[in-house]
């Protein structure tokens, strides 16, 4: 259960990672931040191989594996200087969907593992928006202290990731209220433990990111960087709670029904 829960948090967070980059151009900031930011993504993604080596399919290590490949292909693509758009953001691309698939392809016995048709099409956009706000939360940090080493650096790429971060919990916020009407449509009856989890869920992880987005976006109008960098530092935070959280929400719920 604690290598599942872990497995699918490293995997999420590193598909938003690399589709983070498409939001930045090589012309936007330095190719170093690509290369690293691709590192970190085959740390994460061998950290959730090696959480799923005993209870994974043949398919979830294909996609692991050939992700981390392009993982070294992007880092030594970026090392070189290669700067080329269109080819960086399709290793990004081939990353991000890849690890999808390793998600879609999960642990056996887990929800995600045994999920056929349109379960599995919902489990693959649930994880896919999970992704994003992890991804896009991290990277709009780390670009923020990208301006220590280089303040001349347009604010652009900044305001770009704090946009896409909005709009991103925008989305996850429509698919985590659809998923509570769709489970109350069903007369499911929650308890102590599922309110729990719901108020910490929609408190911090949207709500709150929520409002320290807009404050992050405001700080960096004005191009005050670290202040933007200490808020975005709070909101990956609160990002994390709230997805962390959630998949608590989604197990407790999955119990509820099942056993209802």
């Known amino acids: 259960m604690q290598a599942n829960f872990f497995e699918t948090f490293c995997l999420r967070l590193a598909a938003g990672l690399a589709l983070a980059l498409l939001a930045l151009p090589g012309s936007s900031i330095n190719p170093r931040f690509h290369r690293i930011q691709f590192v970190i993504v085959l740390g994460l993604a061998a950290a959730a191989a090696t ?5 994974a399919g043949d398919l979830y290590f294909l996609g692991v594996g050939v992700a981390a490949g392009a993982c070294l292909v992007g880092s030594f693509f970026w090392t070189v200087r290669l ?3 269109a080819g960086g953001a399709a290793l990004a691309v081939v990353v991000g969907l890849l690890l999808a698939l390793a998600s879609l392809h999960g642990l056996e016995g887990s929800p995600r593992g045994s999920a056929s048709g ?8 649930d994880d896919l928006s999970a992704a994003a706000v992890l991804g896009l939360s991290t990277t709009a940090m780390l670009v923020g202290h990208w301006y220590l080493i280089a303040p001349t650096m347009s604010i652009d790429p900044l305001k770009r990731l704090i946009l896409w971060l909005a709009l991103a919990l925008a989305v996850r916020m429509l698919m985590s209220g659809g ?18 989890w719901i108020g910490l869920r929609w408190g911090v992880g949207f ?5 320290l987005c807009w404050m992050a976006w405001q700080t960096a109008r004005i191009r005050s960087t670290q202040s933007a960098t200490g808020i975005l530092y709070v909101v990956t935070i609160f990002c994390f709670f709230g997805e962390l959280t ?14 209802g």
């Open 51 to 55: 959480l799923a080596w005993n209870n």
């Open 83 to 85: 700067n080329l758009a």
């Open 118 to 125: 349109l379960v599995a099409v919902l489990s693959t956009l």
């Open 179 to 196: 998923q509570l009407a769709v489970i109350t449509a069903a007369s499911t009856v929650f308890d102590q433990l599922a309110w729990l």
């Open 207 to 211: 709500l709150g990111a929520g409002l």
């Open 246 to 259: 959630d998949q608590l929400l989604s197990e407790h719920l999955h119990t509820l029904t099942a056993g």
